[in-house]
T-cell receptor
């Protein structure tokens, strides 16, 4: 079966750095996405990786290793508004997105 | 309208009733999707459409139907609602099946 694993919850301090990991086992791979979802709101797109390596976008970076079935989202200079759930999703061989359950990130002052 | 719009925002529905959740996008995206999101689970695909006039079944299609008569609209119908269909439903669209998806604000449905 297809599976996306992420930690359920993480806590970090304002101003710090946090890394959210995602491991996947899917039938085929056509890219990995990270989305942010604030409570009660819709998911919003953060990043996309299809090749191995690091993609940087401001305070957020995303890394992919296809051979290890592994990705992480790195958030720097954490702000209170970064408190949200972070969803990892993999596009499989049928070009459908398989979603992880999300990581709830709690930022403390 | 800007982006992708869902209606209603929330609904309480008696079991056995028929209900259509509406979804409209103005981005001229080819692909559209319906997901349900339940606590502790990832988003699960119900139905999708890669282009107007075509639809496909996702991971959890039973009890749901869709149509895609034009590019902009992708309604989801529950023929006879059951309590297990209580969930938050998200409609999404993407330029094609290769690009990122944009989500509507969701419909919170409670079946009692």
């Amino acid at each position: 079966g297809q599976n996306i694993d992420q930690p359920t919850e993480m806590t970090a301090t304002e101003g710090a750095i946090v890394q959210i990991n995602c491991t996947y086992q899917t039938s085929g791979f056509n890219g990995l996405f990270w989305y942010q979802q604030h409570a009660g709101e819709a998911p919003t797109f953060l990043s996309y990786n299809v090749l191995d390596g690091l993609e940087e976008k401001g305070r957020f970076s995303s890394f992919l290793s296809r051979s290890k079935g592994y990705s992480y989202l790195l958030l720097k200079e954490l702000q209170m508004k970064d408190s949200a759930s972070y969803l990892c999703a993999v596009r499989d061989s049928n070009y459908q997105l398989i979603w992880g359950a999300g990581t709830k990130l709690i930022i403390k002052p | 309208i800007a982006g992708i719009t869902q209606a209603p925002t929330s609904q309480i529905l008696a079991a056995g009733r028929r209900m259509t959740l509406r979804c409209t996008q103005d981005m001229r995206h080819n692909a559209m999707y319906w997901y349900r999101q339940d606590l502790g689970l990832g988003l699960r695909l119900i139905h999708y459409s890669n282009t107007a006039g075509t639809t496909g079944k996702g991971e959890v299609p039973d009890g749901y139907s869709v149509s895609r008569a034009n590019t902009d609209d992708f309604p989801l119908t529950l023929a006879s609602a059951v309590p297990s269909q209580t969930s938050v439903y998200f409609c999404a669209s993407s330029e094609n099946s290769n690009t990122e998806a944009f989500f509507g604000q969701g419909t919170r449905l409670t079946v009692v």
